[in-house]
Structures are given as structure tokens and as C-alpha cells.
């Protein structure tokens, strides 16, 4: 079993759709979960991070975490274009006294006129 | 615009070559990271300094050389390497903060190309 898993896509929705994104691990201490989103060629650019249950809402973002479930998932809503990229879900990870994060594959989203 | 910066954006080397990749970062942040992409693969951890001493070494082959001159800087000198190391090569920064991970800022990465 993978550490972070989700599902590769894509994802497709239409312009102005809300996008949902879905993330599952495996640790159930794990602390931290972050969402990044990365254009083709691009570095990855952090979206959102979410620390606690429930949901955590900056703009057209939400994150929402359950960790009874180990489950984290990103809304988009209001789809546009410019969010067609890879969404990498990012899980924190305590190793040998020491932080680190554990990355997803990601999920290609493709928003369509 | 990142506020880690990388240099160079693109890098072509041979087998035989010495190089370095290089990572500056003005945010304060006392954590740098060095991760590996390869092509639709999700970002995989190489070293991870914490206050300017190696804390993570995750089995990286002794090819790659990383090195944290001061809080600001980190570099990863590169000999002998194998085609197979073409990729992206990302450095990342974040706070260290407690038991929650901080979040991880990248720099644009080195493409990097073993011929």
C-alpha cells in the first residue's frame, strides 16, 4: 500500500464546475496535509495545508480533512482553465526525529470551455 | 516569481563531469530540502538539512553530494552521474515548527540532463 495515494486522472470538468480532489494515507499519526498544484515543466506551487479536522476555505479553495478516515480532499469551485495543471496531495511524516512530506502521485485536472 | 531561487534553470552535463546545483532561499527558514522529479512522478526526498546540519539522507547514491554552507544557501555537486539522473532537480525551504510540518516553498528547479 502506498503511503499518499490518488487517483492519477484526469479529471475533467467543465468551466465554472466545482473540481473535487481526492487523497488517501496510510499513517494514521500523520499531522499535516498539504496540497500543491503543478503546472507541466513548472515547480510545484503550494495551494493549501491543513492541520486539524474539517474545512479550511481560502478563495475559490477548500481542504477538507478526516482523519478518522485518513482522508484529505481539495474543492475547486468556479473551475477555470488556468486550473488545469497536477494536484500533488502531500502527507507530513515524522523520520528518525525529523519532518518530512511524503508526496502523492498527483491527479491531472482538466478544466474544458 | 519564488522566492527560493535555483540555479541554473537548465543544466547539461556528461558522465564524466563535475557540476553543482545551487539554492538560495531569504525567507528565514531554517529547513532546505533537496527533491528529485522525474516526469509525471510526484516529487521524491533526497536530503533535508535542519539548521544547517544533514538531518535526512534517504539512501541517495554517493554521486549526488549536497552541502549547506549557511542558513540561506544549499548546494548538490553532482560527479560521475548516470543518464538515468536526468530530472528535475527541486530545492525547497519551510520553517521548522513543532510537531505540525511547515508547508515546503520550491524554488523553479534545474532541469537536468546526463548525456
Known amino acids: 500500500q502506498k503511503e499518499v495515494e490518488q487517483n492519477s486522472g484526469p479529471l475533467s470538468v467543465p468551466e465554472g464546475a466545482i473540481a473535487s480532489l481526492n487523497c488517501t494515507y496510510s499513517?494514521?499519526?500523520?499531522?499535516?496535509f498539504f496540497w500543491y498544484r503543478q503546472y507541466s515543466g513548472k515547480s510545484p506551487e503550494l495551494i493549501m495545508f491543513?492541520?486539524?479536522?474539517g474545512d479550511k476555505e481560502d478563495g475559490r479553495f477548500t481542504a477538507q480533512l478526516n482523519k478518522a478516515s485518513q482522508y484529505v480532499s481539495l474543492l475547486i469551485r468556479d473551475s477555470q482553465p488556468s486550473d488545469s495543471a497536477t494536484y500533488l496531495c502531500?502527507?507530513?511524516?515524522?523520520?528518525?526525529?525529523?519532518?518530512?512530506?511524503?508526496f502523492g502521485a498527483g491527479t491531472r485536472l482538466a478544466v474544458h470551455p | 516569481d519564488t522566492e527560493v531561487t535555483q540555479t541554473p534553470k537548465h543544466l547539461v552535463m556528461g558522465m564524466t563531469n563535475k557540476k553543482s546545483l545551487k539554492c538560495e532561499q531569504h525567507?528565514?527558514?531554517?529547513?532546505m530540502y533537496w527533491y528529485k522529479q522525474k516526469a509525471k512522478k510526484p516529487p521524491e526526498l533526497m536530503f533535508v538539512?535542519?539548521?544547517?546540519?544533514?538531518?535526512i539522507n534517504e539512501s541517495v547514491p554517493s554521486r549526488f553530494s549536497p552541502e549547506c554552507p549557511n542558513s540561506s544557501l544549499l548546494n548538490l555537486h553532482l560527479h560521475a552521474l548516470q543518464p538515468e539522473d536526468s530530472a528535475l532537480y527541486l530545492c525547497?525551504?519551510?520553517?521548522?515548527?513543532?510537531?505540525?510540518?511547515?508547508?515546503?516553498?520550491f524554488g523553479n528547479g534545474t532541469r537536468l540532463t546526463v548525456t
Open positions: 491543513i492541520y486539524s479536522n
Open positions: 525547497a525551504s519551510s520553517q521548522n515548527r513543532g510537531q505540525n510540518n511547515s508547508p515546503l516553498h
Open positions: 538539512y535542519s539548521y544547517e546540519k544533514l538531518s
Open positions: 502531500a502527507v507530513g511524516k515524522v523520520s528518525g526525529g525529523y519532518n518530512k512530506l511524503i
Open positions: 525567507m528565514g527558514h531554517r529547513a
Open positions: 499513517d494514521q499519526g500523520s499531522q499535516s
